[in-house]
């Protein structure tokens, strides 16, 4: 059975940081592009930030370019999301989001982290 694990998630004020955690398991790991993707209210998902099966070449969603860093340990199954210079547009439910890198490999969800900035 596959999971993905999302954590880290909070409440912040605004210019603070927060790194998420999105924890896999069941699946093989390094088969898959791993991204995060972040859904606020009354809003659709959107693209937050990717990177491929080895780690190389992130990418990101311009708002949150600077101020965002994507990276995962393969040896942990494990993807992440430093977030700093937080605003309150980042305000949403993060979820973390495995694309695998063949079109036979089912996609997978985690359940989502909320992350709130506010003062």
């Known amino acids: 059975q596959v999971q993905l694990v999302e954590s880290g998630g909070g409440l912040v004020q605004p210019g603070g940081s927060l790194r998420l955690s999105c924890a896999a398991s069941?699946?093989?790991?390094?088969?898959?592009?791993m991204r995060w993707v972040r859904q606020a209210p009354g809003k659709d998902r959107e693209f937050v930030a990717g990177?491929?099966?080895?780690?190389?070449?992130?990418y990101y969603e311009d708002s949150v370019k600077g101020r965002f860093t994507i990276s995962r340990d393969n040896a942990k199954n494990t993807v992440y999301l430093q977030m700093s210079g937080l605003k309150p547009d980042d305000t949403a439910v993060y979820y973390c989001?495995?694309?695998?890198?063949?079109?036979?490999?089912?996609?997978?969800w985690g359940q989502g982290t909320q992350v709130t900035v506010s003062s």
């Open positions: 990177v491929g099966p080895s780690g190389g070449s992130p």
């Open positions: 989001n495995a694309a695998g890198i063949t079109p036979d490999l089912t996609d997978y």
């Open positions: 069941g699946l093989t790991f390094s088969n898959y592009n």
